[in-house]
T-cell receptor, first 114, second 110 residues
Framework: DAMVIQNPRYQVTQFGKPVTLSCSQT?????MYWYQQKSSQAPKLLFH???????NEADTPDNFQSRRPNTSFCFLDIRSPGLGDAAMYLC?????????????FGPGTRLTVL | TQLLEQSPQFLSIQEGENLTVYCNSS?????LQWYRQEPGEGPVLLVT?????EVKKLKRLTFQFGDARKDSSLHITAAQPGDTGLYLC??????????FGQGTRLTINP
């Protein structure tokens, strides 16, 4: 089945220690997104890639970076995690030109910062 | 910035009851999606509505898009414990981004 895969599902890091979260997709969608979601809140968009073009949200901290080496993979780098960065991180994909602009989400990575 | 307001934010009912969740905005959306999210998992797409006045049914779930494409509702008939979760509505904002409502935390008690 075509899907969005996130690894790891759970990540524990120390305060200030860089961490990388990964996302891969078999849907062949050209748009990929990273969201941050805190407890019982709506997902908050951090940035997205439209093909190779990177689009950062204005309020995304500089601490968050992303890489998309190819169509299938996308990475979220947190350079110096703080306690406030503990959250669920969701990767999503969509296909440009689709009628409904649907996004398809991965299962998420739960990040804990000690 | 377009905003979506969901209500209620929390709802706890008994198995077998009916319920409706609302998603409202002052802005027009080209499409609107409903997602259900279970604890520790990502949101799962339930439905997309595109046309004003459109009604879609998914088993016991009925989704409606307002005539002016500014609002939507989700109605669940004879709720079951498996319906428990966080329900999110999201409207298409521009070509590639979604704006999410705050979510409705639904609990169905056996």
């Amino acid at each position: 089945d075509a899907m969005v895969i996130q690894n790891p599902r759970y990540q524990v890091t120390q305060f200030g220690k860089p961490v990388t979260l990964s996302c891969s997709q078999t849907l062949n969608h050209n748009v990929m997104y990273w969201y941050q979601q805190k407890s019982s809140q709506a997902p908050k968009l951090l940035f997205h890639y439209y093909d190779k073009d990177f689009n950062n949200e204005a309020d995304t901290p500089d601490n968050f970076q992303s890489r998309r080496p190819n169509t299938s993979f996308c990475f979220l780098d947190i350079r110096s995690p703080g306690l406030g960065d503990a959250a669920m991180y969701l990767c999503a994909t969509s296909k440009s030109g689709s009628v409904g602009f649907e996004q398809f989400f991965g299962p998420g990575t739960r990040l804990t910062v000690l | 910035t377009q905003l979506l307001e969901q209500s209620p934010q929390f709802l706890s009912i008994q198995e077998g009851e009916n319920l409706t969740v609302y998603c409202n905005s002052s802005s027009v959306f080209s499409s609107l999606q409903w997602y259900r999210q279970e604890p520790g998992e990502g949101p799962v797409l339930l439905v997309t509505v595109v046309t004003g006045g459109e009604v879609k049914k998914l088993k016991r779930l009925t989704f409606q898009f307002g005539d002016a494409r500014k609002d939507s509702s989700l109605h669940i008939t004879a709720a079951q414990p498996g319906d428990t979760g966080l329900y999110l509505c999201a409207g298409a904002q521009g070509a590639q981004k979604l704006v999410f409502g705050q979510g409705t935390r639904l609990t169905i008690n056996p």
